[in-house]
């Protein structure tokens, strides 16, 4: 099959972890492991999310005293797509050795006047305390909301139209390459009247960029892998159950926060409304589980 796998933040670097390059380098290697069983029996391209790691190139940016401005949201995105891709193309190589794996730098193309860059909902960056982010939102501007027990800055999302290099992604994947590309989404960028290519202060939702590029590539499935067993009903209730199997009006019927779960619901069910076979939601720690319907949350045209 040709499957488009979303790796979720945990992937990366889980809730309250520092942020170091060696403790990310060590999930990374975790979850090629984990994805190791289906590499040499499917065409497989990896996007993965950035939030985690854009925060601290924007924190990083925003004190340095060299600097006139800090770096927009669109270069930091090409930066962490180049440090994230470099990971995971280290560690896919070394599961899977016999295979070429490419780890492209690309951007995705939105609407300028998309509603979400004045309703900033995408968390990004590390955790504070209420204390801490009623400061930051003094002193720096930020929009901070609460994400659990704890408060994360949040910016513009705007929905994915394309990804500029789909045609370079699909020539990749038609020669044998497992490609890492669309990092946090992709690099926001919007189109001009003459044509032209500007990027964007916001950062893109991966999984709903993921609906999109499997859509174009044509894949048979959508794996969106999280830190959760499967999509619950009454998530957070002593009531709380997980869903199974599941058809995208029944599942949009049932209502998720816009900040984690929302947008991974969102993005299974345009990727089945769109003519995919199926998508999978589920943990990252047995991802061919989820593939062959023994764990997770799949939703299908019925259902």
């Known amino acids: 099959m040709r499957i488009v796998i979303a790796l979720g933040g945990n992937a990366l670097l889980r809730r309250h972890e520092r942020p170091d390059a060696a403790i990310q380098q060590a999930n990374v290697?975790?979850?090629?492991?984990?994805?190791?069983?289906?590499?040499?029996?499917?065409?497989?391209?990896?996007?993965?999310?950035n939030g985690p790691q854009v925060g601290v190139l924007a924190v990083q940016s925003a004190s340095d005293p060299h600097l006139t401005t800090p770096y927009p949201f669109?270069?930091?995105?090409?930066?962490?797509?180049?440090?994230?891709?470099?990971?995971l193309l280290q560690e896919m190589h070394n599961v899977a050795p016999n295979r070429q794996v490419a780890a492209i730098i690309n951007q995705t193309e939105v609407d300028p006047i998309d509603p979400a860059f004045t309703n900033p909902t995408k968390f990004i960056g590390e955790t504070?305390?209420?204390?801490?982010?009623?400061?930051?939102?003094?002193?720096?501007?930020?929009?901070?909301?609460?994400?659990?027990?704890?408060?994360?800055?949040?910016?513009?999302s705007p929905q994915p139209q394309r990804v500029v290099e789909t045609e370079l992604i699909r020539l990749l994947l038609d020669a044998g390459t497992i490609v890492v590309c669309a990092g946090g989404g992709g690099v926001p960028v919007v189109r001009?009247?003459?044509?032209?290519?500007?990027?964007?202060?916001?950062v893109v939702d991966k999984d709903l960029t993921g609906a999109v590029l499997a859509g174009a590539l044509g894949a048979d499935a959508l794996l969106i892998l999280t830190d959760m067993a499967a999509v619950m009903r009454d998530f957070g209730t002593p009531n709380q159950r997980p869903i199974r199997e599941i058809d995208p009006a029944s599942l949009r019927a049932i209502s998720f926060?816009?900040?984690?779960?929302?947008?991974?619901?969102?993005?299974?069910?345009?990727?089945?409304?769109?003519?995919?076979?199926?998508?999978?939601?589920?943990?990252?720690?047995?991802?061919?589980?989820?593939l062959e319907g023994r764990a997770g949350t799949r939703i299908t045209p019925l259902g």
């Open 29 to 49: 290697r975790r979850a090629a492991a984990a994805l190791a069983p289906m590499l040499d029996d499917h065409e497989v391209v990896l996007t993965h999310g």
């Open 74 to 87: 669109d270069v930091l995105g090409a930066q962490t797509q180049g440090m994230i891709g470099y990971w």
């Open 128 to 156: 504070y305390t209420h204390d801490e982010a009623t400061q930051l939102a003094t002193t720096r501007g930020w929009s901070m909301r609460p994400d659990g027990d704890d408060w994360r800055r949040v910016v513009g």
């Open 192 to 202: 001009d009247g003459a044509d032209r290519l500007h990027g964007v202060e916001a």
């Open 257 to 290: 926060p816009a900040g984690s779960m929302g947008p991974k619901v969102e993005a299974a069910c345009r990727f089945v409304e769109s003519g995919g076979k199926f998508a999978v939601i589920g943990s990252l720690d047995d991802p061919l589980a989820l």
